[in-house]
């Protein structure tokens, strides 16, 4: 078996030394080299051609961002950033998604040693989904022209729209609310993503979205023109009904398929609550959280659908989803804006 060559780059020698550790544990994996900062480490690219690479945040000589930002525009590969939990680490960890990082791990703020060890299968998953993903330029490089916006008109406020994803997935997320217009339908989102970071990832959007963006909150009303964003490592996100209104439950009970938030989750609860006319999403991500929750949203009558492979950073979640029959067609990330709101029953065009 071909095992994941690995190039650790991080500053802390002691975190070089773990994470070597922690990689070469697992059978499929191995460290082929350590790097103290990134221009150590861009000459063991060229020597040791790695599939994987991860990278520290905050590094001497060269930040980790402007390594990233150029390493992805001239030779994108699969990185996975290592990060303090700060909440400038947690605005940088976002951006770096959208410069092409597939994923991100945290490093404990006690105890670095016996956290990071207690991290293993963790660091060891986001490797594994690294190695098979696709990694790609950022969308966000000087020149490149912002998607035109939609819009349409509704003959229902009912229609709900649920998306799930995971690796992958904060920029697919984007990608897809980007065009929508204010008028949009109420959308909620469970995404794969530690306690910490999902307040980071909502005020980004906010800032780039026509449509609200928030954290999700017990209770909340969920209305038109507004996305929610279920809070990461806290609770699973619920849809439910108040009277006429939909609002958001928040379960703090335990994981479901290894998650908290978990897609199914949501899924199966607006399968309950709003049948045919919620629209479900998947998209990118590793392994097969929501296919099962999406399967009940069609069996209710509600529309599905999923990323395509060809878009997909990893096409792990989307493809489990359609081998079940949950979702109905696979959709390139391009064209799923306007495939939600044509789903939600409006007639939609660009301007």
Do not use: W
Not at 15 to 43: K, T, Y
Not at 110 to 137: E, H, T
């Amino acid at each position: 078996m071909k095992k994941i060559r690995v190039l650790c780059v991080d500053d802390s020698a002691l975190v070089r030394s773990l994470m070597a550790e922690i990689i070469n544990s697992h059978s499929d994996m191995e460290v082929v080299a350590v790097a103290p900062d990134p221009l150590v480490a861009r000459d063991l690219i060229k020597q040791f051609t790695p599939d994987v690479l991860t990278l520290d945040v905050e590094m001497p000589r060269m930040d980790g961002l402007d390594f990233l930002e150029r390493l992805m525009r001239l030779r994108p590969m699969p990185v996975v950033m290592v990060s303090s939990l700060t909440e400038r680490n947690s605005d940088v960890t976002i951006r770096a998604l959208e410069l092409g990082a597939v994923d991100f791990v945290t490093k404990p703020k006690l105890g670095l040693r016996d956290g990071l060890l207690d991290y293993s299968d963790l660091i060891a998953d986001k490797i594994r989904a690294a190695a098979v993903s696709r990694p790609r330029q950022s969308s966000r490089v000087p020149g490149t022209a912002i998607r035109p916006r939609l819009t349409h008109s509704f003959s229902t406020t009912e229609k709900i729209i649920l998306i799930g994803a995971s690796t992958g997935g904060t920029e697919a997320i984007r990608q897809v609310l980007e065009p929508l217009p204010a008028n949009s339908p109420a959308i909620l989102i469970t995404q794969h993503m530690p306690a910490g970071f999902t307040r980071s990832f909502v005020q980004r959007l906010d800032s780039l979205c026509t449509v609200q963006v928030h954290e999700a909150e017990d209770g909340q009303r969920v209305l038109p023109g507004h996305v929610y964003l279920a809070p990461g490592g806290a609770a699973h996100m619920k849809l439910a009904r108040s009277g006429a209104n939909y609002v958001i439950e928040l379960d703090y009970s335990e994981p479901v398929n290894r998650h908290r938030p978990a897609v199914d989750v949501l899924f199966m609860s607006a399968a309950n609550v709003a049948g045919k006319n919620a629209v479900g999403v998947i998209l990118t991500g590793m392994g097969k959280d929501g296919a099962q929750g999406m399967l009940a949203m069609k069996n209710a009558g509600a529309v599905t659908f999923a990323q395509d492979e060809a878009s997909s950073v990893v096409f792990g979640m989307p493809r489990e989803a359609l081998l079940i029959g949950a979702a109905t067609e696979a959709v390139a990330l391009s064209d799923i804006s306007e495939k939600i709101l044509t789903s939600a029953g409006s007639y939609g065009h660009r301007v």
